[in-house]
């Protein structure tokens, strides 16, 4: 029987509605274009990538962008959709720009392998064995991301099809030529005063470097036994059809002067529930302006450690992902200055999981590429933002530095972050420059990025026994350029 999920079916009846509305064509004149011509060069040198091959480096360079479009309302309903791109002009990035020659079947490309079609280039084990993803790295394509219809009543709006969803479990990770996007269902609503109300339904995914939107298990960041217990394009070892969908809802009051509530749930059936708290309070001192914010996060197991088994397979005390992480920071804002001071913590019970790209820590101690919410990991961060606009119109800048203190005995569910399975200590410092042009022309920006990662050798089984055949140095620094025009 063919399934028809939710998403569906509200898409195609609000469809219907929107066909029968007097003055279609008055809606769609009166709607709304935005573009963006966006280019991307990244640089990913690493001291020693596979243990064997030693200052392996990988390039890309992309060119591409969107084209989005909205109609007017009509009687509440709009349509809306989104066509995105990713070129590689001129053939200018090659195969061997990503792959390790050396060893034709390492491949050096991490993050820059999201520029181009993922599918086939290496970054999934399909790779070689189905002729659909036997395609070269540096790849380029084109996806309707965004696909969807909108029901605005009040100060309330229900989304419906494909489309860009935002929640602290999922994001549209805008760092690449393309976003993330999901099938599925938003409703969000002010109509309390002061108070955010917002439901969210995801049936599938779309990854950055992908063309298709697969089941909630379909990603890279989900832990490696689900993806495979699953139908994923990761394995084709999977026997239980696709991945259940997921469920989120979350309320966000601000009846307190200066003080912001954050209350969310996650549900993922058969595999794991989460719940967040996190509250933000803005104090005055003088000039400057303190915020003090802290976030909780609890994880209950609903059947995924079964399929996980961090016992057997990770060094863990039993087969549960019952686990939970905090997270404090305390940020000062003082004239074009911020200041960012932040540490968190996740228990020794498990993993948190968050396949999504909705980084669990986010705002806090997260920083580029890092995953820092494995088993018995402490965290901390310092950054400082700066607007030098009074100096340089339209410049602005920060500098961070990160330590991660994982539990090398604790193996990662999944790849952390395309970094390999790395569960040493990490310090990483990080640079981002940005420029505004105004005037003539205005909509024009750059971002450079720098970042320079020093990683612990990984050598130490998960019985604590020193393996030398898998040490290896996953040190590396990045650089990512980037160019966006708006229109």
Known sequence: MTKLSLATALFLGTTIAATAADDLASAFKEGKFDGRLRSQYFVTDWDMHDGVNKDATATGFAFGGSLLYKTAPLYGISAGGGLYTTQNPGGWTNEDDGRNMTNPSKFNATTSNDLFLREGSGATPLSGTNPYYLVPYGEGYAVLAQAYLQYDIAKTKATAGRFLMTNPWITPNDTKMIPIAIEGVQIKSNDLANTTIQVDYADKIKERGMTHFGNMADTGDTPDAIKAYYTTTYSTAGTHGDAPDVVIAGVT??????????????????????????????????????????????????????????????????QSIDSYLWAVRAVTNYGPAKLLLCASHTDEGADMIAPWRGFLTQGYTRSMTQTDWNADTDAYKVQLDYDFNRYVSGVSAFISYS????????????????????????????????????????????????????????????????????????SNREMRLEANYRF
């Open 403 to 474: 330590y991660y203190d994982r539990n090398p005995v604790k193996k990662p569910y999944q790849s952390m972050t395309n970094r390999a399975f790395q569960n040493g200590d990490t310090t990483q410092w990080n640079m981002d420059i940005a420029y505004k042009c105004s005037g003539s022309l205005k909509g024009l920006e750059f971002l450079a990025r720098f970042m320079d990662q020093n990683n612990d050798i990984d050598n130490i089984k998960t019985t604590g026994a020193i393996d030398p055949l898998a040490t290896f140095d996953s």
């Open 253 to 318: 009051n601000r009846s307190i002067d200066n003080l912001e509530l954050q209350g969310w749930v996650m549900h993922w059936p058969n595999l794991v529930d989460q719940g967040l708290i996190e509250a933000n309070y803005a104090i005055e001192a003088g000039d400057a302006i303190i915020t003090l914010g802290g976030r909780f996060i609890q994880q209950r197991d609903q059947g995924a450690g079964a399929i996980i088994k961090p016992q057997t397979n990770n060094g863990d005390t039993d």
